[in-house]
């Protein structure tokens, strides 16, 4: 049998059935706008995650009385790691003011001589700011003979790091429940219109058609929704962006190739749904 009937009794399908055929169509819309909100979500999170991590600070105390080219020598070096962001030079006189601005008073009405002594510190690149990465160059700061300590803000680097592995949980769990439903919902209604067609189908089988011939017609149909339904919530997602574009500029950052493969994704999942979907009825189960 050519691949014109299949089509052709599709588009019957189509033109019959159009209440199932839109409910399939709307159905896929769902998915694809659920998809792209999903990646809108967690690329703003990461957003927010990368602009926490840049402000996480790790401090290196330098020992009394080092030569002041020591500690540049070991500045530099620190900014040839690949984890390091920025790298600053604190001298004690620099210091001293910093104090000052923060205290609002004059450090000399509460020292006789400046506690303070010459730092470094410097900032991990967002996607390096883990547990792995500070320990390491935490652990190779301290055999530095001019390090007297390394100082950075524990419980901040905690609520950072644990943030990063929430986000990545409650965003995968959210999004794995939602296309589940919605592929529960798109199967229902596609096992709802193949059996629209019993008698079809017994006339059919008695004159020795197999499954496949049975149900290629209406796989088309669903797919044929399905892309169009993908393509419709897409369309929509879009357009949303550009309304918020002004107002969250970061929303047309989203790598192109994260909302293809997405849709791609969510494309395949109809497409096998429908599949497995017409092979079960087809096969009277």
């Not at 020992?63 to 390091?84: G, H, P």
């Not at 609002?104 to 006789?112: N, R, S």
């Not at 965003?171 to 229902?188: E, H, P, V």
């Amino acid at each position: 049998m050519s691949s014109e009937y299949y089509f052709h009794r599709a588009g019957t399908l189509i033109r019959r059935r159009m209440l199932p055929f839109l409910r399939i169509l709307l159905i896929s819309a769902i998915l694809s706008l659920t998809t792209i909100w999903a990646i809108t979500a967690y690329y703003g999170l990461s957003k927010e995650q990368n602009r926490l991590a840049s402000n996480l600070e790790l401090s290196v105390m330098i020992k009394q009385d080092v030569d002041t080219s020591r500690i540049f020598t070991l500045a530099e070096s620190l900014k040839k790691y690949q984890q390091i962001h920025h790298v600053n030079v604190i001298s004690p006189s620099l210091a001293t003011v910093e104090f000052e601005q923060e205290l609002g008073e004059d450090t000399d009405a509460l020292f006789t001589e400046s506690p303070f002594q010459w730092s470094i510190s410097f900032a991990l690149k967002p996607e390096y700011c883990d547990h792995q990465a500070v320990s390491f160059i935490l652990a190779d700061l301290s055999q530095k003979e001019i390090v007297e300590q390394t100082v950075f803000n524990a419980k901040a680097a905690g609520t950072v790091f644990a943030r990063s592995s929430m986000v990545l949980t409650l965003g995968l769990a959210g999004a794995t429940g939602i296309f589940i439903l919605f592929l529960g919902f798109l199967s229902y209604v596609f096992r709802a219109e193949l059996l629209q067609s019993p008698t079809e189908w017994f006339i059919l089988q008695t004159l020795g058609a197999g499954r496949g011939f049975i149900a290629i017609p209406h796989l088309l149909f669903a797919i044929t929704a399905c892309t169009i339904g993908i393509a419709i919530g897409s369309g929509i997602a879009q357009v949303i962006r550009f309304q918020y574009s002004h107002t969250f500029p970061w929303i047309m950052e989203i790598p192109l190739n994260w909302l293809i493969i997405s849709l791609g994704g969510i494309a395949v999942l109809c497409y096998l749904t429908a599949g497995f979907t017409a092979i079960s009825v087809t096969k009277g189960k």
